[in-house]
């Protein structure tokens, strides 16, 4: 489990870097992913948003792809197989968790739904900004503050089950 689990960090970290070589290509913006992290990515509207494509056709697609399919696609992936690998493996340190152990992977398994979401509806906005609307753009801001949520929820359930396994020790 320990290779595995190291082989996802690398991965990860990898799709990481990529993803920021190549949207450099595509501005900015594009290279600072403003739909999807920091302050802005949750505060841009629909008249913002359609504004930013209308401008920025080429940067827009660029975003799509191959920036959000297939390189956050497999980022997303990657990420989520690495939290849940690495609470399954640290919930196994314990031996207190054999038979619902498998729950430790409902929270990063969210998080690939809600990152998964997000970039749909991310890649229907840059493509057809006729579909932009204020409720669609509100669902994509709880998709994005549901991934950054349950990245966070992740880290923190790994982290406890690090302090479980350290006190509980088979």
């Known amino acids: 489990m320990l290779r595995l689990t190291i ?10 870097g990529l993803s920021h070589i190549v949207a450099k ?5 594009v ?4 739909l999807e992290h920091g302050a802005e990515s949750r505060h841009y509207t629909a008249d ?22 297939p390189i956050d696609l497999a980022f997303m992936a ?16 314990s031996g207190r968790f054999a ?10 398994a ?3 739904a809600a990152d998964l979401m997000e970039d749909v ?8 900004p006729a579909r932009i609307t204020s409720g669609v753009v509100e669902g994509a801001h709880v998709m994005t503050t549901l991934k950054i949520w349950t990245v966070g929820a992740s880290i923190l359930q790994i982290v406890g089950l690090a302090i479980v396994a350290a006190v509980w020790r088979r």
Do not use: C, K, M
């Open 7 to 16: 082989g996802l960090l690398v991965a990860t970290a990898a799709l990481y």
């Open 25 to 29: 290509q595509f501005g900015d913006q």
């Open 31 to 34: 290279v600072g992913r403003f």
């Open 48 to 69: 913002s948003l359609a504004a930013w494509v209308s401008g920025n056709e080429r940067d827009a697609r660029g975003y799509v792809i191959p920036v959000l399919f």
């Open 78 to 93: 990657s990420l989520a197989a690495l939290l849940a690998t690495a609470s399954l493996g640290v919930a196994s340190l």
């Open 99 to 108: 038979g619902i152990a498998w729950l430790f992977a409902v929270i990063p």
């Open 110 to 112: 969210t998080y690939l």
């Open 121 to 128: 509806l991310l890649a229907v906005f840059l493509l057809s």
